[in-house]
C-alpha cells in the first residue's frame, strides 16, 4: 500500500490555459474524492466517485472543471480556461466504500498568473 | 447543511504542556467526526474518527477526542504536547450524503521550547 498519489505536486500557468491533474487512489478503494484548499481555509469538496461513476458534484465545480476516473482506477481533473481565482492546492482522496475513513494524497499546487 | 466551527485560528503551547482544540459542529443527524493533521506542504493525515460507540476515541500519536453531543462538540486532546506537533489540525463532518467531508478552517499548533 503506497498510498494516495497525486502528480504534479506543483504546477504554474499562466491564465487560460488549461490544467490536468492526476490522482492514483490506493488499489482497493473504490471511492475517490477532489477537494480544493486555499490558503487559511479548510479543504472543499469538489466532486467524487464510486468506481467510475461521478455521484455529486458541487457548485464549486464550474463548468470549466471536469472530472473523470475512466476505469475506476486513477482520476483526473482538468480546468479549462484557468483564472487567478484557481490558484489552490486541489487534494485527491480515497476510501473503501462506505467506512467514511478518507485518506489524503500530498496535493497538486497550482499556481495561475 | 453541515458545518464545522473551529474557534481557535491559532494556539501557542510550551512544549510538554497539555493541548485541547476545540471543534462545534452542525448536523442534522449522528455524525460522523474526524480530525485530520497537516504539516506544512503536506496532506492531510486522519488522526482519530468518531462514528458510535464509545464517545472517547483514541488517535494515532497520543491523542484522543472526545464527543459532546449535548454541546455539538468534538474537542481534541494531548496530554503533553512534543515539537513536532506543530502543524494545522482540522476538524470535519461527515455529511448525510456521498460521505464527503465538511472540514473546518483549521486551528495552526505552534510548540515553543
Known amino acids: 500500500d503506497t498510498g494516495v498519489s497525486q502528480n504534479p505536486r506543483h504546477k504554474i500557468t499562466k491564465r487560460g490555459q488549461n490544467v490536468t491533474f492526476r490522482c492514483d487512489p490506493i488499489?482497493?478503494?473504490?471511492?475517490l474524492y477532489w477537494y480544493r484548499q486555499t490558503l487559511g481555509q479548510g479543504p472543499e469538496f469538489l466532486t467524487y466517485?464510486?468506481?467510475?461513476?461521478?455521484?455529486?458534484k458541487s457548485r464549486l465545480l464550474s463548468d470549466r472543471f471536469s472530472a473523470e476516473r475512466p476505469k475506476g482506477s486513477f482520476s483526473t481533473l482538468e480546468i479549462q480556461r484557468t483564472e487567478q481565482g484557481d490558484s489552490a492546492m486541489y487534494l485527491c482522496a480515497s476510501s473503501l466504500d462506505s467506512t467514511y475513513e478518507q485518506y489524503f494524497g500530498p496535493g497538486t499546487r497550482l499556481t495561475v498568473t | 447543511a453541515q458545518s464545522v466551527t473551529q474557534p481557535d485560528i491559532h494556539i501557542t503551547v510550551s512544549e510538554g504542556a497539555s493541548l485541547e482544540l476545540r471543534c462545534n459542529y452542525s448536523y442534522g443527524a449522528t455524525p460522523y467526526l474526524f480530525w485530520y493533521v497537516q504539516s506544512p506542504g503536506q496532506g492531510l493525515q486522519l488522526l482519530l474518527k468518531?462514528?458510535?460507540?464509545?464517545?472517547l476515541v483514541q488517535g494515532i500519536k497520543g491523542f484522543e477526542a472526545e464527543f459532546k453531543r449535548s454541546q455539538s462538540s468534538f474537542n481534541l486532546r494531548k496530554p503533553s504536547v512534543h515539537w513536532s506537533d506543530a502543524a494545522e489540525y482540522f476538524c470535519a463532518v461527515g455529511a448525510e450524503y456521498g460521505n464527503k467531508l465538511v472540514f473546518g478552517a483549521g486551528t495552526i499548533l505552534r510548540v515553543k521550547s
Open positions: 466517485f464510486q468506481n467510475e461513476a461521478q455521484l455529486e
Open positions: 488499489s482497493e478503494h473504490n471511492r
Open positions: 468518531y462514528f458510535s460507540g464509545d464517545t
